[in-house]
């Protein structure tokens, strides 16, 4: 059964700081790794990883997959109250089913 | 406007008694999902489907039915066999093949009276 870990739970820092969320995952036959970003309802997409060590990066959020180690990281530098949310990890396999699963997410709350 | 809609947006339903949750896309995706989350869990899928008139059963099918007469549509009925539907409901869609994301609905929330 694949599984995705996400840490910490719920983090909480002031604006300006920057962050680092973390993912690990155990899947029999990985495909890629998504980011999403959940604020009050439906998640958006961030960032989708295939290969290792190669950062994709989009304003002040980056992320980052190492196969090696089954993790990836998002990094969100000098943070703002907008950043406040739940973000979530998922992997897909790569049998054809194209399912996602997904880790509990990260709280992050910003105080201004 | 493109996109995934979910109706309603609260749902409220009696002990006994089966609902049915909508999810329509215009986006002209083959593969449509539908995923439930409880407080502190993350999202757990429920039934998914890659085609018009197939779908297959998440990790907690239980409980649950599903339809997929039109590529647009994917509704899903909670029936009176799941014990604890109190939860967020969400759908997703996305384009089958490698390097193609889900796109998620707005949600519905569904609460036992």
């Known amino acids: 059964e694949d599984k995705v870990v996400q840490s910490p739970l719920s983090l909480v820092v002031h604006e300006g700081d920057t962050v680092t969320l973390n993912c690990s995952y155990e899947?029999?036959?990985?495909?890629?790794l998504l980011w999403y970003k959940q604020e009050k309802k439906a998640p958006t997409f961030l960032f989708m990883l295939?290969?290792?060590?190669i950062e994709k990066k989009s304003g002040r959020l980056s992320s980052i997959l190492d196969k090696k180690e089954l993790s990836s990281i998002l990094n969100i530098t000098a943070t703002q109250t907008g950043d406040s949310a739940i973000y979530l990890c998922a992997v897909e396999d790569g049998f054809g089913n194209e399912k996602l699963t997904f880790g509990t997410g990260t709280r992050l709350t910003i105080i201004p | 406007d493109g996109g995934i809609t979910q109706s309603p947006k609260y749902l409220f339903r009696k002990e006994g008694q089966n609902v049915t949750l909508s999810c329509e896309q215009n986006?002209?995706?083959?593969?449509m999902y539908w995923y439930r989350q409880d407080p502190g869990q993350g999202l757990r899928l429920i039934y998914y489907s890659q085609i018009v008139n197939d779908f297959q059963k998440g990790d907690i099918a239980e409980g649950y039915s599903v339809s997929r007469e039109k590529k647009e549509s994917f509704p899903l009925t909670v029936t009176s066999a799941q014990k604890n539907p109190t939860a967020f409901y969400l759908c997703a869609s996305k384009t089958r093949g490698p390097g193609e994301t889900q796109y998620f609905g707005p949600g519905t929330r569904l609460l036992v009276l």
């Open positions: 295939t290969s290792s060590g």
């Open positions: 899947v029999t036959n990985f495909r890629s």
């Open positions: 986006l002209n995706h083959d593969a």
